[in-house]
C-alpha cells in the first residue's frame, strides 16, 4: 500500500522516505472540530516548513472530497489582499465545508469540497496561522516571493500527500489571488522540476488584473448603480481618477480636490454600503463595533449571514479550535482575518497580469475569469474589457458567444468562451467573493470549470 501510494516520488529540498509519509500526515489529521456536525471525509491541518532557515512556515487547511476523494482533482485555493487569509475567508466565509454560527458549525450544502479535494493555503506567512520566526521577513513581501513560497508549498505538501503526486491540478482564488494564482501558475508551468503536477486550469474570481483599468472602472460602476449622484460622478471622473487617488493616498499626497470628492462619495454612498456587494445588507455589529447580531445562517431558507467573517474571527480565536487545527500564534496575540504585520510591496498592485494569462493560455492551461456582478471594488466592466481584449491579442475566435448561463430555472450570470480555452464569466447577484453571497450558482460554475464544459446555455 505505501509503495503504491508513493510510486517514484521526486525528492525537493526536503529529504522523506515515502514510509515516513503516512505517519506525518496523521499528525496534522483532525479528529473533529469543535461544534462540527458529523462527515464522512477526512480534514487535515497543519504547518509546511517553506525556509528552514528564517524557520518561515506556511500554515493550511485540506477537506477531502466527500465522495470519491481519490478520484476527483486536487483544487488550491488562495486569497487575496494582499495579506488576507485564504482558510478564514475561503474555507469558512465562502466554499468550505462549515460555516461558523455563534459556537457551532453548520454545514455548508454548496461547499466546493462536493466536486474536489480543497487546499486552502495562508500565504504569504504573516497571514493568519502562517508565520516567520524572522520577523524581518514582514518588513518586506513582494509577489515574486510570495510565488516561490507558495511553491514550495506545494511540493512538500505532496511530500505528506503522495496520492496527489500527478493528480488533476487546479488553481484558483481570488482578488489579489488575480495576481497570486497565474504567478503560481507561470512558475509551474516554466520549471522542468515540477514533474509532481498535472496543471489543468486556473479559475480567478473578481481579480486585480490590470491597476489602471479594474480601478478606473470604479466610479462608473457606482454611478450605474446609483449610489452616486451625476454632478459627483462628473466631479469624480473629470477632476479625480481611481487609480490615481490610490495612489495619492498611498503616498500621503492626495490633492484637497480629490479629498473633497472622495468624502462627498462617501456621504452619498453612506457607510451602511459594503462596496464588494452593492445589494448587500451590511454586518451592524461591524459598523458600530457593537454587539447586535443581525440575520444567522439558516440552511432551510438560504438567507446570506452578513455577520458570517465576524463569527469566523471569533470560531478561529478559540483555543479549543486552534489545537484542533494544530495551529499556533507566532508572533501575534490573536488571529484576524487579514494580516495587520504584514508590509507588503504595494508598488506589485501596479503589474499587468494579463500577460501572464496570456503565457499561461499558451501553454495550454484554461483559464477562467469570473466576476461577481455587485462588486464596485473590482467591477465586471473592466474585468470583462481585459479579457476580451487579451482574448483578441491571442487570436482567439468566440466559440461560446457572450449569453445567459442557467443555474435551474434562473439566469445565474453571462459568459463568453474564447478558443475553448480561455472564459469569461459573470455571476448574477454576487458579490466580491461570488461563493459568499451566490454558493449555489457558483458551485455550478465551479463544477462546469474542473470538468471542463460548457456553463448550462438553457434551463435545466
Known amino acids: 500500500m505505501v509503495a503504491t501510494l508513493c510510486g517514484s516520488l521526486i525528492q525537493f529540498h526536503t529529504l522523506l522516505s515515502c514510509v515516513d509519509s503516512l505517519p506525518v500526515r496523521e499528525a496534522d489529521k483532525i479528529v473533529s472540530l469543535p461544534g462540527q456536525p458529523q462527515v464522512s471525509f477526512q480534514q487535515y491541518a497543519g504547518y509546511i516548513t ?8 506556511l500554515f493550511y487547511y485540506f477537506a477531502e472530497s466527500q465522495t470519491d476523494p481519490a478520484s476527483k482533482p486536487l483544487v488550491l485555493w488562495l486569497n487575496g489582499g494582499p495579506g488576507c487569509s485564504s482558510i478564514g475567508a475561503g474555507a469558512f ?8 454560527s455563534g459556537n457551532i458549525l453548520l454545514n455548508n450544502n454548496h461547499s466546493w469540497n462536493k466536486e474536489a479535494n480543497m487546499l486552502y493555503l495562508e500565504s504569504p506567512a504573516g497571514v493568519g496561522f502562517s ?11 513582494n509577489d515574486d516571493m510570495t510565488a516561490k513560497d507558495n511553491l514550495v508549498f506545494l511540493h512538500r505538501w505532496l511530500l505528506k500527500f503522495p496520492e496527489y503526486k500527478n493528480r488533476d491540478l487546479f488553481i484558483t482564488g481570488e482578488s489579489y489571488g488575480g495576481h497570486y494564482v497565474p504567478q503560481l501558475a ?11 503536477f498535472n496543471l489543468k486550469g486556473i479559475a480567478i474570481g473578481n481579480p486585480l488584473l490590470e491597476f489602471n483599468t479594474d480601478l478606473n472602472s470604479q466610479a ?17 471622473t473629470s477632476v479625480c481618477n481611481s487609480s490615481q487617488i490610490r495612489r495619492q493616498i498611498q503616498n500621503g499626497n492626495l490633492t484637497p480636490v480629490c479629498a473633497g470628492v472622495m468624502r462627498q462619495v462617501s456621504r452619498e454612498t453612506s457607510k451602511f454600503i459594503n462596496r464588494y456587494d452593492v445589494t448587500l445588507d451590511v454586518c451592524v455589529a461591524s459598523v458600530y463595533s457593537q454587539s447586535l447580531i443581525l440575520s444567522q445562517l439558516l440552511q432551510e431558507t438560504e438567507k446570506i449571514d452578513v455577520c458570517v467573517e465576524d463569527e469566523t474571527v471569533k470560531y478561529l480565536n478559540r483555543k479549543d479550535v486552534q489545537e484542533a487545527l494544530h495551529a499556533a500564534l507566532v508572533g501575534v496575540s490573536r488571529w484576524s482575518i487579514c494580516s495587520e504585520a504584514l508590509k507588503y510591496d504595494m508598488q506589485n498592485l501596479e503589474v499587468p497580469i494579463t500577460p501572464v494569462l496570456g503565457a499561461l493560455v499558451k501553454s495550454g492551461i484554461r483559464v477562467l475569469v469570473y466576476s461577481g456582478d455587485q462588486d464596485s471594488v473590482i467591477p465586471l466592466t473592466g474585468t470583462r474589457t481585459l479579457v ?8 482567439l475566435n468566440t466559440s461560446v458567444p457572450y449569453g445567459a448561463w442557467f443555474e435551474g430555472s434562473q439566469v445565474a450570470g453571462w ?13 448574477r447577484g ?6 459568499f453571497s451566490q454558493p449555489e450558482r457558483s458551485l455550478v460554475l465551479f463544477n462546469a470549470f474542473l470538468s471542463g464544459k460548457p456553463l448550462p446555455q438553457a434551463l435545466t
Not at 517553506?50 to 512556515?57: A, G, I, N, T, Y
Not at 466565509?93 to 461558523?100: A, D, L, S, V
Not at 520577523?135 to 518586506?140: K, L, R
Not at 462608473?220 to 469624480?236: K, P, V
Open 415 to 427: 459568459t463568453q468562451v474564447y478558443g475553448d480555452i480561455l472564459s469569461f464569466a459573470t455571476i
Open 388 to 395: 476580451n481584449g487579451l482574448a483578441k491579442e491571442l487570436g
Open 93 to 100: 466565509c465562502e466554499h468550505g465545508p462549515f460555516r461558523p
Open 430 to 435: 454576487a458579490s466580491h467573493e461570488a461563493p
Open 50 to 57: 517553506v525556509d528552514e532557515k528564517q524557520r518561515r512556515s
Open 186 to 196: 507561470k512558475l509551474i508551468a516554466q520549471s522542468s522540476s515540477n514533474a509532481n
Open 220 to 236: 462608473e460602476y457606482i454611478w450605474s448603480h446609483g449610489l452616486i449622484s451625476d454632478s459627483t460622478f462628473e466631479s469624480l
Open 131 to 141: 508565520y516567520s520566526a524572522n520577523n524581518s521577513f514582514y518588513t518586506y513581501v
